[in-house]
């Protein structure tokens, strides 16, 4: 994203949820968001209830006051980060003209701080339903269709082998920022014109010099500039982490979508595993279809940072969520309720009927429209892996205090 300091994993990947939302953005834009009433808003409230993650362990009473413990903790971390978002000059220009009534930046604002004091002093998902039931209005996102349907996806940061120099064995560049990138004439050069068709020609154009660091292969390199961030393990044994600065000025153009185009994957079995399964048995076709993203990612060292969302603050595995920022309101409480994969106590992953609450704080060149939503998952190989299994439908609700 940009636009924002992240792409989404899963723009690359799931060119259907993508193709959808192309074809409402222009009908759903006027009105993102619809105030709910009885019973509409009965309905959405008992959906509450089904966050049992937020209960599975009690809170902690310590010498500085109660202390949530794991999913608790975890979303308690991204309300946080909201309320530092909201203290910041662009937040308040953010909402200075938000196109949904009632929806305000006092009003978030202040939504947030008693929501945080309903986790702390609720003793279960009951407890809170009910604080939040009469204490809250509910409002749908219009979705995809207008009807409320909204095309769920996942991203991760991933976690890839690298080296700081290059070998016969690392030879693909995620690069830094061009210090004269402000300055490029348009169009800017594409991606076939700034590495070539094999991912291997910079050294003859403006990345000359650039590379930040050398992955193994090519289409991991590809999807840390889709993703946008990413810790590198590197050959010496330490961890590098790198993080979005810039990119080329082109939309974003899904190869998930290409494929599915081009008749390769049909796109009711498109996932990221099956993608990645194409490209490894078909290595050549990344020549065809890597050049058809023009856009083109810069990188920073991020010192060990965690992954950062459009909002300038990190992202909660979990807990927040990337959406339209044209249209949603940034750092506000929501609840989403779609078919999630989860890991059980055996360690295999099966898809569930989940609610979840969930702070918006990421956007992403591919996430338009009031029917798109990207949950981050997380960092590393089991976050891709359960990312990459996300692609239904289902609801988006934002909370906000009774006026």
């Known amino acids: 994203m940009r636009t924002s300091p992240q792409v989404l994993l899963s723009a690359f990947v799931l060119g259907v949820a993508i193709a959808l939302t192309s074809a409402s953005v222009g009908r ?30 009690p809170a902690i009473a310590g010498a500085e006051g109660t202390a949530l413990a794991g999913d608790r903790s975890a979303l308690l971390t991204a309300i946080d980060n909201s309320l530092a978002y909201l203290r910041t000059p662009g937040s ?46 509910f409002y749908q996102a219009t979705g995809q269709d207008e009807a409320g349907s909204v095309a769920f996806t996942g991203y991760f940061e991933p976690t890839y082998a690298a080296s700081l120099t290059p070998t016969a064995e690392y030879r693909y560049p995620i ?87 081009d008749g390769i994957i049909a796109e009711e079995a498109l996932s990221l595993p099956v993608l990645i399964e194409y490209f490894e048995q078909n290595p050549e076709a990344l020549d065809q279809y890597l050049p058809r993203n023009n856009r083109f990612v810069f990188f920073r060292e991020t010192q060990g940072a965690p992954a950062t969302g459009s909002l300038g603050f990190p992202v909660t595995a979990g807990r927040s969520i990337a959406t339209d920022k044209s249209l949603m309101p940034p750092g506000a409480l929501a609840l989403i309720h779609l078919p999630l994969p989860q890991r059980i106590d055996d360690g295999t992953l099966t898809t569930t009927a989940t609610s979840r609450f969930v702070l918006d704080q990421d956007t992403g060149g591919a996430i338009k429209g009031a029917g798109r939503v990207d949950l981050f998952v997380g960092t590393g190989a089991e976050a891709g892996e359960v990312a990459g299994l996300i692609n239904d439908t289902g609801a988006l609700y934002y909370l906000l205090l009774k006026e």
């Open 175 to 261: 690069y830094q920022r061009p210090s004269a990138l402000d300055q490029w004439p348009e169009p800017h050069p594409t991606r076939l014109e700034l590495e070539g068709a094999d991912g291997l020609q910079s050294d003859q154009g403006p990345l000359r010099g650039l590379a930040l660091a050398w992955l193994p292969n090519r289409l991991e390199a590809f999807l840390t500039q889709v993703q946008g961030s990413a810790r590198l393990a590197l050959t010496d044994g330490r961890t590098l982490s790198v993080g979005y600065d810039g990119r080329t000025n082109y939309p974003y153009s899904s190869i998930g979508r290409a494929l599915i185009d």
């Open 92 to 137: 308040v220009t953010a909402y200075s003209n938000y196109a949904v009534p009632g929806i305000t930046y006092s009003r978030v604002q202040r939504s947030l701080l008693r929501f945080r004091t309903l986790l702390l002093q609720s003793e279960s998902a009951a407890d809170l339903q009910q604080a939040i039931t009469a204490e809250f209005d």
């Open 28 to 57: 759903a834009a006027d009105l993102p968001l619809t105030r709910l009433t009885c019973p509409d808003e009965q309905q959405a409230a008992r959906l509450i209830a089904q966050d049992t993650r937020l209960f599975d362990q």
